[in-house]
């Protein structure tokens, strides 16, 4: 069974850069049919698709945080990384990790399972 | 301001019937497949549907959804207080190339 747990520190002052961990057991962050997934939700708000990261090391970001974002992974501690440069107030948020199916011809199909998620509190 | 709309809240009596709605375009929705996610009060986001109208082991067939044109709905029958969560749908946008949710519907047991 896969899980996953997001780590990182739970406050960051505005300008500066969130990074959060995601640490991943029961699978490999190598498998093909998998992105590796961040999703944030602002208190009381909806779920924002922040990017993934395939196997092949390829990424997606979500256009409107492309300029601040880049996800990384590290294949031999099986663990992918979130960087968000030049915070605000509005990147407060919990952030979820999670792992992203694709269908068999590559499209993108679901997201499971995904972490418990991490506060990020972005405050001088 | 979501690209798939949800209603913001549902509500229903236990043991009957909800459906949730939710409405995108050809772009998404019309074109690519639906997930959709239970998120229990504090919790993370669960998996209930994927692939339209396909449910993960574990989860209960009173859970169903089905896709027409640009549009999904997810229907719980039975109702139980224990469904008392938000509900999110999903889907791929191949225009905007990113994966888009709803806000998110608050369903209640009354």
């Known amino acids: 069974q896969v899980r996953l747990q997001e780590s990182g520190p739970g406050l960051v002052k505005p300008s500066q850069t969130l990074s959060l961990t995601c640490a991943v057991s029961?699978?490999?962050?190598?498998?093909?049919?998998?992105?590796w997934t961040w999703i944030r939700q602002p208190a009381g708000r909806g779920l924002e698709w922040i990017g993934h990261?395939?196997?092949?090391?390829?990424?997606i970001y979500n256009p409107t945080l492309k300029s601040r974002v880049t996800l990384s992974m590290d294949s031999s501690k099986n663990r992918f990384r979130l960087d968000l440069a030049s915070v605000t107030a509005s990147d407060t948020a919990l952030y979820f990790c999670?792992?992203?199916?694709?269908?068999?011809?590559?499209?993108?199909?679901?997201?499971?399972?995904w972490g418990q998620g991490t506060v990020v509190t972005v405050s001088s | 301001q979501s690209v798939l709309t949800q209603p913001p809240s549902v509500s229903a009596a236990p043991g009957q019937r909800v459906t949730i709605s939710c409405s995108g375009g050809?772009?998404?929705?019309?074109?690519?497949?639906v997930s959709w996610y239970q998120q229990l009060p504090s919790a993370a986001p669960r998996l209930i549907i994927f692939?339209?109208?396909r449910r993960p082991s574990g989860i209960p067939d009173r859970f169903s959804a089905s896709k027409f044109g640009p549009s999904a709905d997810l229907v719980i029958s039975g109702l139980q207080t224990g469904d008392e969560a938000d509900y999110h749908c999903?889907?791929?946008?191949?225009?905007?190339?990113?994966?888009?949710f709803g806000g998110g519907t608050k369903l209640t047991v009354l």
């Open positions: 999670a792992r992203g199916q694709l269908f068999d011809g590559g499209s993108w199909g679901w997201v499971d399972p």
């Open positions: 029961g699978g490999s962050l190598t498998t093909a049919s998998f992105h």
């Open positions: 990261i395939h196997a092949s090391g390829s990424t």
């Open positions: 050809t772009s998404n929705i019309g074109e690519n497949s």
């Open positions: 692939d339209n109208t």
């Open positions: 999903a889907a791929w946008d191949a225009s905007l190339r990113l994966v888009v």
